[in-house]
């Protein structure tokens, strides 16, 4: 039995299109005219899948905010192997993923780095795409805060998603002496959570 590829439909096609516009040159450059061009699709075939321009950029945010949960399921389902591995040793799962999560913010790839800044571009110019935003980083923070003692947990990932928006919007640039002095203070916390 030989395995078929799937040719990608043009709502799929409009959308990565859509998407790497707004990644490349900002959400204010995303028209429907442009999104129909760089698809290769009329402006009717375009409007057939998304009415405005405010559909397609909620589908597109909507696709970035599912990347993100895609990274964070393979972060998620690497840190299970790792906790079933090395049961009984001295780091618990959400030490885990609080060190996947200094590791995120510390060095985040430049990819992902652009697919934050245009989800932030995209509610500024946009607040109706927000709920799905709003949803990521509400199971983002359920996962971290279930436990008794999360208080702890909640304010590392809270101190380091704040780090995170202030390079993402620019407002400073850490000297590399001060990221690393951030980084050592974040790690020696972690060593106080059970």
């Given at each position: ?10 709502r ?46 909620t ?27 090395t ?47 709003q ?60």
């Open positions: 039995m030989t395995k078929t590829t799937r040719r990608p439909s043009s799929d096609k409009i959308l990565e299109v859509a998407t790497a516009m707004v990644a490349e040159h900002g959400v204010q450059q995303l028209t429907m005219e442009a999104a129909a061009a760089a698809a290769g699709v009329t402006k009717a075939g375009l409007i057939y899948h998304f009415k405005t321009r405010d559909d397609l950029l589908a597109v945010v909507e696709g970035m905010v599912h990347e993100i949960d895609v990274h964070s399921h393979v972060v998620e389902a690497r840190l299970d192997a790792h906790a079933k591995k049961a009984g040793q001295a780091r618990s799962k959400l030490q885990l993923l609080l060190r996947e999560q200094v590791e995120m913010a510390f060095n985040t790839p430049p990819e992902l780095q652009r697919l934050m800044r245009s989800l932030l571009e995209a509610h500024s110019s946009n607040p109706k795409v927000l709920p799905p935003v949803a990521l980083f509400e199971r983002s923070y359920a996962v971290i805060g279930d436990g008794t003692d999360s208080g702890l947990a909640l304010l590392i990932s809270l101190a380091l998603d704040g780090m995170q928006l202030i390079d993402l919007l620019q407002l400073h640039q850490f000297t590399p002496e001060q990221r690393k002095s951030i980084r050592t203070a974040v790690e020696e916390l972690l060593t106080q959570i059970p």
